[in-house]
């Protein structure tokens, strides 16, 4: 027996727009920023923004000029985010 399915698209957008993603992400890049601050010098700023594009997003930053030599020798974003059970990719296009 065939049956047919149909992607309620509407209802996708709204889910991933939604409070409940929304917190869920949001608690997310905090627990990840609590493990970047954990890995820098005390006082290193650590900032969380959560925004919503097609769906509920968040970045976590250091807000300092070191901040890139610490990723690209201790990968301190990598490892936080794996810490909280994300896995992270290379970019692809």
Known sequence: ML???RLDTRGV???????????????LAEEIAVHVRSALPEGTVVSVHG???????????VEDV?????????????RAAGAVGLEVRAWQR
Do not use: H, K, N
């Open 66 to 78: 070191r901040a890139m030599a610490w990723q690209a020798r201790d990968g301190i974003l990598t």
């Open 13 to 27: 957008r709204q889910v991933l727009t939604g409070p409940e993603v929304r917190s869920v992400v949001d608690g």
């Open 51 to 61: 925004y919503t594009t097609d769906r509920g997003a968040a970045s976590v930053t």
């Open 3 to 5: 049956q047919s399915f």
